[in-house]
Each structure stands twice: as structure tokens, then as C-alpha cells.
């Protein structure tokens, strides 16, 4: 029997996870241990007392896949269902996105008529490219880098715009050196097992968990809450602490672990705490830091998992200014290494408005995998540079020449991992022969995104039990 579980970190895979042990009666205490003030981790809002939310994180999470609807069911049981600001695939914000390029905004192909014809910034119909696609035959290496993989079977242009901004849109990272195995498991996968992408995405294997009918019958593209993302966050918290078997502990930095007689012994700055078995939430770095000599091994892989730094900046303006309506625009390495891209948010959740007069607000993203490149060490940067930047970005791409009325710099350092080729093999196999009682949870490790790193928390849960939760 399981007794003491011990979660490092209280980002969303910490709180998941304690969410999970917490719903089986095999766990009798569960400690979990945040270093900051809050939890939540990159799940981060600023609720203006005018009504206005912004988002500093993430802002619109997927409904679809397994990985949807099992953060859907998540949000139901915390009774946050009433809370949902969902977006349709009919709504605007789902069918426009933009490319920033040659100085101007282009609408990505949707549709069939996107298909067909030659739409700008392209130089061919991508019917061409998805039919000829058929045709490539199947790669031959275990792993290979993103633009690699597209260059290969879709064409350099396709490499060299869509995905270039896409990896930028996503992993803020450089499609060049990300990994197609472990950022697009989909795509890799297709190619495996039906050695094309166009027949493989047709029909792939199913993760099954409880469906989430609403989000079907209404088809949702994304959704949001009205008091902003972190209140999920929130919500798992008060959730855990009215559970009573949940030890929460904020401004509580895990110093140091060492494997014990029983399990392991954590040092805190002012104490210890014995525990089974650890989850670690961490990022792989953190995690680094505070094992122990005789995880030699383990300390080597993790190392290479890196990350990169991003600037968030949140601006409003007064009036509707923007000249098209969407979800924003990305721009390609090509156009502008700094520039990651824009996000209208006032489009897909104009409930996050102030309530009183009509006004705009946007997210400028910027740096993430050429951050040094361009602004140097994230430690000597100045929030009026970046304030700066990100203004002028605004007035040169959307032709918008006031100043905005208010705004908000977030230097987000280290927040998205980077799965560089060979990341599949890192992790793993050390811990299962070691028979550590670690599990390792949270972004570093088997996806970025909001849901994965829910689901990845409810798996480790899972095989620690032995059952399904
Ligand atoms: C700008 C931005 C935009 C994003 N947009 C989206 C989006 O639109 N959709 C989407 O799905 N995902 C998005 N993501 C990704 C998603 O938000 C993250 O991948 C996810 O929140 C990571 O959660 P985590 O729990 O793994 O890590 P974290 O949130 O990093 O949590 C780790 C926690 O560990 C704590 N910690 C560190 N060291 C110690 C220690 N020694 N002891 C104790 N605690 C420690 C930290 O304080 C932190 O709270 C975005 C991310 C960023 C940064
Ligand atoms: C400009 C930088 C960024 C923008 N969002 C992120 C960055 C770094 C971070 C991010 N965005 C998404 C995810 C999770 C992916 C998932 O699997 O759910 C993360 C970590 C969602 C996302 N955003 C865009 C795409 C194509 C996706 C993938 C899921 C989907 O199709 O909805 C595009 C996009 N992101 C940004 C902009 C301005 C943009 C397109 C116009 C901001």
C-alpha cells in the first residue's frame, strides 16, 4: 500500500497529479511542495478590477483528443463547467490565422478552396504537395528534425513558412532543431505506420477516456474561463485542501533528495520530509538540481533537455483597431528572428475585455530559441526594450499608430522545453531499471501543452497505483 506521496512543484502537472492521487483511497497523504508564493506555475492571469483579464501563460486550451477531454472532465468535476468560455470552429478566431511576411498579413489556407488554389505567401496549391506527399517514400532515420521531416515529404516551402511559424506559435522554438518524433507524434506516427502523412492522419489509434460530449455537439476549437486560466489552478488547489489529505506547501524550495531506507528523505531550506515515492513536477533542470550523486546517469540525460525564454507582452488599447479579425499572426524566422508572433485575444474571448467601452487586447510574443541572439541575456534586458519592440510590432504589422493605453512586460524564463532529436530515448529506461520510486511528470518529458501535461500527471498516477483513477 502506498501511504506518503510526496508532488514537487505546483505548476498544473504537480496540482493534476495531486488531483489524481487524491481520488484514490490507496494514497493517505500526499505533500505537495511549490518553491514560489503561488501555484499554478505557467498558469498565470492578472484579474484588473475592471473586469479585463489577461493572460501571461497560456490563454486557449484544445478541447479535442483524449488529452481534451480528459482536462474537460477535470474542469467539470471542480464545478468550473459554468466558467467555460468556448470557441466554435465557426467562430472567426478558429478560421483566420495570419502570417506575417514581405511585410504584409496573409490569411492561412482553410477549407477546400485553400486546398485548390494558389494562395500567397505559397507558390503552388497545397492539394499538390499533400498528393505528391503520397508518393515520398518512408524516412529511414529513428528520429530527425522537424523542418527535416517536412522538407522531406511536403517541400521546402511548406518547411520554410508553415512550420517555421507553427514551431515558433507553439514550442516558441526553432523547427530546425526541434525533434518530429517528439513534438508532432502524430506526423511521425503517420509516416510509421502507413508511410504517409495524408493516408496515416485518416485514421490513427485511439487513447480512450470518458467523452466530453459537449465540446462535440458544439463543436469547440478551444476554451478559455471567465476569471482567466488560472483559475484552474485555483480551483485543483482548494480542491486538494478540502480533500484533507493534501498537505499544500507554497514557498517550500526542494533543496536536495536522497533515497531512503523506506523511500526517500526531501530537504527543504528549513526541514525534512520522508515520502514513498516522489513524483517530481519540475522541469527537468530543476529536477537536475536537487538529485542526488548515484543518479549520476539520470542527471546526464536530463541536462540536455532544454528550454528557452520568452517575452509576454500584454497590451490594451482603447477602440477596435485591429484591421483584420482572428486568432493572429505568426511570422517566420525569416521575417523576424525576435518577433514570434501576435495574439488577438480580444477576438476569441472578448468577455476578457474591460466591461465599460470598447477596447483591444493583444499579446506580443517575442524571443524564445533566438532570444540571446536578439536581446542578449534575459538577466540585462530592459521591459522598456521589449515594452518597445513589441509596440513598434504592433504599429508596423496591424498599422496601429497610438500607444496603447495599458500594458504589461512578463519575461517568462525557461518556460517552454525543447525536445531536440534523440528525446525519446532520453528518459525513462534509467529510472525503470533503477527501480527508483520517482515518477517524472510535467513539460520537460512527453508534451508542452496544457492537456498533455494534465494527462502525462494522471498516467504517472496511474501505473504508480497499478489502476485506473
Ligand atoms: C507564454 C506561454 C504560452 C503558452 N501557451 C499555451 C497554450 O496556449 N496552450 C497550451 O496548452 N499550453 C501553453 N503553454 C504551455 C503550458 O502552459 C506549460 O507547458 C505548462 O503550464 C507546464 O506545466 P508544468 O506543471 O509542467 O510546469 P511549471 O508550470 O513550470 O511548474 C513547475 C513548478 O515547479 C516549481 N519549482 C521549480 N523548482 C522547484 C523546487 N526546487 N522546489 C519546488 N518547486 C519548484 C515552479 O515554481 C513551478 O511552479 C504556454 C506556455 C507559455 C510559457
Ligand atoms: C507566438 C508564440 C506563441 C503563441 N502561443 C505559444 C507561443 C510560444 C504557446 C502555445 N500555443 C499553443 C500551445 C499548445 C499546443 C497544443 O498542443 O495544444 C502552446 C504551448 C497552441 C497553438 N497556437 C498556435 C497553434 C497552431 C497551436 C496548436 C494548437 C492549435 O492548432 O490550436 C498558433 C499561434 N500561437 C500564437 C499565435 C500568435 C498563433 C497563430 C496565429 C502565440
New binding site residues.
Partial sequence: PMTTVAVLGGGIGGLAASYYLCKSPQVTKVIVLESSSRFGGWLWSTRRSDGAVFEHG?R???PAGAVGHNTLNMVDDLGLGGDILPVPYSHVASKN??VYMNRRLHRMPSGLSGLLRTVPPFSRPLLLSVAMEMLVKKGVEEDESVHSFVSRRLGKELADIAVDS?C?????GDCRKLSVRSCFPVLYDAEQRRGSLTLGMLKGPQVRVEPWPRSVTESW??WSLSRGVESLPESIAEFLQRSGRVELHREAAVQQISPSASGWTISLEDGVVSADHIISALPAKALVSILPPSCQPLIQLLQDIATVT?AVVNLEYEGSILPVS?????LPSSEDQAL????YDSVPFPQHDRTNGRTTRL?V?MG?AWFHEVFGSPDTVTEERLLARATEAVHCHLGVPTAPSWSRVSLQRDC?PQYYPGHFRRVGDFIRENNLSLSLIGSSYD??????VIFNGRTAVEQLLGTGV
Avoid: E, W
Avoid at 326 to 330: C, E, I, N, V
Avoid at 340 to 343: E, I, S, T, W
Avoid at 447 to 452: A, I, T
Fill in positions: 497560456p486557449g486550451i484544445r490565422r495570419y507553427l515558433r506559435g507553439v514550442f516558441a476549437a478551444q520568452v482572428g486568432f493572429g499572426h505568426l514570434l508572433g501576435v495574439v499579446t510574443m524564445g517552454i508534451g508542452v501543452s496544457v492537456n498533455d
